[in-house]
């Protein structure tokens, strides 16, 4: 499967956003997917993860209450809702495909990425 992120911009602190990640192929609905973020000079991150059905989502503490991760496979897509959005969520965010694990190396397929910044 193919992904494209999108969805990223530049907002206020307290702000929303949304990412999205689109899907290609006919197995995306058969994988779990999960969202990450690599900072400037940092490690990439686990964010978020949701199993292929939705049925169960998995968050990182950091963002736990003001992330939610969600799932349409009717429409091979893929969500990401960022509230309450700090100047510490600030990074690249990308969608991957093939697991829940906070391991990155778990993951078989990514998204090109998309750039978040929260402005103080």
């Known amino acids: 499967v193919q992904l494209q992120a999108s969805g990223g911009g530049l907002v206020q602190a307290g702000g929303s956003l949304r990412l999205s990640c689109a899907a290609s192929g006919r197995t995306f609905s058969s994988r779990a997917m999960g969202w990450f973020r690599q900072a400037s000079g940092k490690e990439r991150d686990f964010i978020a993860a949701?199993?292929?059905?939705?049925?169960?989502?998995y968050y990182a503490d950091s963002v736990r209450g003001r992330f939610t991760i969600s799932r349409d496979n009717a429409k091979n897509t893929g969500y990401q809702q960022m509230n309450t959005l700090k100047p510490e969520d600030s990074a690249v965010y990308y969608c991957?495909?093939?697991?829940?694990?906070?391991?990155?190396?778990?993951?078989?397929?990514w998204g090109q990425g998309t750039q978040v910044t929260v402005s103080s």
């Open positions: 991957a495909a093939g697991s829940t694990s906070l391991n990155p190396k778990a993951y078989y397929s």
């Open positions: 949701v199993t292929h059905d939705g049925g169960r989502t």
